[in-house]
């Protein structure tokens, strides 16, 4: 079945970095457009990036334009979100997401705090 595992979260200070990844598996990763979306508290889920499945960046969201850049790697099924300048209100649980189906990984906190 389809699975997708994030990783790479955790507490960071402002203006620090942080890179996520997204393990996929149960289907024919390099075949899918990908995206990274985020929930913070409180609010709804929203677009972070989106990739499309031969690796061009396609969409980013305007919050983030600039500081996060989407990668992905067919040989390791996996798609990267390496995020830079990390402001408080980038705090939030970052999903992937496959863009067909849809399926949503379970998530990992990012926290921005000093």
Do not use: H
């Amino acid at each position: 079945q389809v699975q997708l595992v994030e990783s790479g979260g955790g507490l960071v200070q402002p203006g620090g970095s942080l890179r996520l990844s997204c393990a996929a598996s149960g289907f024919t990763f390099s075949r899918y457009s990908m995206s990274w979306y985020r929930q913070a508290p409180g609010k709804g889920r929203e677009l972070v990036a989106s990739i499309t499945n031969a690796g061009i960046a396609i969409n980013y969201g305007d919050s983030v334009k600039g500081r996060f850049t989407i990668s992905r790697d067919n040989a390791k099924n996996t798609v990267y979100l390496q995020m830079d300048s990390l402001k408080p209100e980038d705090t939030a649980v970052y999903y992937c997401y496959r863009n067909t189906g849809p399926y949503w990984g379970q998530g990992t906190q990012v926290t921005v705090s000093s």
